[in-house]
């Protein structure tokens, strides 16, 4: 026996259904909630157990049922199983559109012309093209009307608008994805889970010339305020990722670490190691940096004072 609906086509179907409504109903953030909850990976076994299961029931109770029947009504119910479905809308739709003469009506639309045997055939256009057509033309009105009449915004407008916006969607996208991270848009990292991570570097590839204290060793002091390539994030950053003075100086450590611990490891550095005091510091290197964003100190107020000598006597 067939049904309508294949039961191959609709196990999957309500499969994914409940699937996609599952996804949808599940906050799981970025991730899947297939993913980030395995459970639900359970759940969609047991849904597709249970699908199949609905399926074998009810084949069971049609089959049952069918026994049930005289021989007249079994093959009046075979008959109308064996019947296909048509979309009859859909198909009468189809030959209007197509527009085209059914073969034994086309002596009506042939013509005199015969090369060789061939003959033509006087077909009209067909009423989908006319259609597609005459939405063409309504479309140029609008258009012309729109951008050359009443001159809505132009090309160049709106490429504007898009780019910028899209550079608002990169400045946002680069506030959450710290892996973009480079020495112009950098910021001190202020978070205990960055600086821990960036004293984990700083111990795994810095105290063989920094020390574990920051004091130096054969590399420079990094407790004091002297800086040799500048100080402050994003100069320590870019000497970081690209290395020291040329011949002397410290490699260039942007093939080994990543732009995000970069950027933790000099957090570290500005944060809890420098201004602190080490047990053997090396002698200062380079010029102290002052950070040429930071607002000036407020002039101290020059106060005045008279002093009164108690010996001197006024006069009138």
Not at 77 to 84: G, R
Not at 127 to 151: D, E, G, T
Not at 189 to 213: P, Q, R, T
Not at 295 to 310: G, K, L, R, Y
Request: hydrophobic share 45%.
């Amino acid at each position: 026996m067939k049904n309508k609906l294949l039961w191959w086509i609709r196990v999957p179907a309500l499969f994914f259904l409940i699937f996609g409504l599952m996804e949808y109903f599940i906050d799981s953030g970025k991730q899947p909630a297939i993913i980030a909850y395995p459970i639900t990976q359970f759940f969609m076994v047991l849904v597709l157990i249970i699908l199949i299961a609905i399926e074998l029931i009810l084949s069971s109770i049609e089959n049952v049922m069918f026994q049930t029947l005289s021989e007249e009504a079994k093959e009046r119910y075979l008959v109308s199983k064996a019947e296909k479905w048509e979309w009859k809308w859909g198909k009468e739709t189809y030959k209007k559109m197509l527009g085209s003469k059914p073969m034994e009506a086309e002596t009506e639309i042939i013509l005199d012309h015969n090369y060789d045997g061939i003959r033509e055939l006087d077909n009209k256009l067909p009423p989908w093209w006319v259609y597609l057509f005459y939405a063409s033309i309504v479309f140029a009105i609008v258009y012309l009307l729109r951008f050359h009449v009443f001159n809505d915004y132009t090309q160049i407008t709106e490429y504007e608008q898009e780019v910028a916006t899209a550079k608002l969607e990169i400045e946002e996208y680069k506030k959450t994805a710290k892996d973009l991270v480079d020495e112009d848009s950098v910021e001190l990292l202020a978070e205990s889970s960055d600086l821990s991570a960036g004293k984990k570097i700083f111990e795994s590839n810095c105290v063989a010339c920094h020390m574990v204290d920051g004091g130096g060793g054969i590399g420079p002091n990094l407790t004091d305020q002297n800086w040799i390539l500048g100080g402050g994030i994003k100069n320590v950053f870019h000497t970081i990722s690209e290395g020291g003075r040329d011949g002397k100086g410290m490699i260039a450590w942007k093939q080994t670490l990543k732009p995000l611990e970069i950027a933790q490891v000099a957090s570290y550095v500005l944060t809890e190691i420098n201004g602190k005091t080490p047990a053997n510091p090396k002698a200062a290197e380079g010029d102290i940096w002052v950070d040429p964003n930071a607002s000036a100190p407020a002039p101290a107020t020059e106060i005045q004072e008279q002093v009164t000598d108690s010996t001197s006597v006024v006069m009138n």
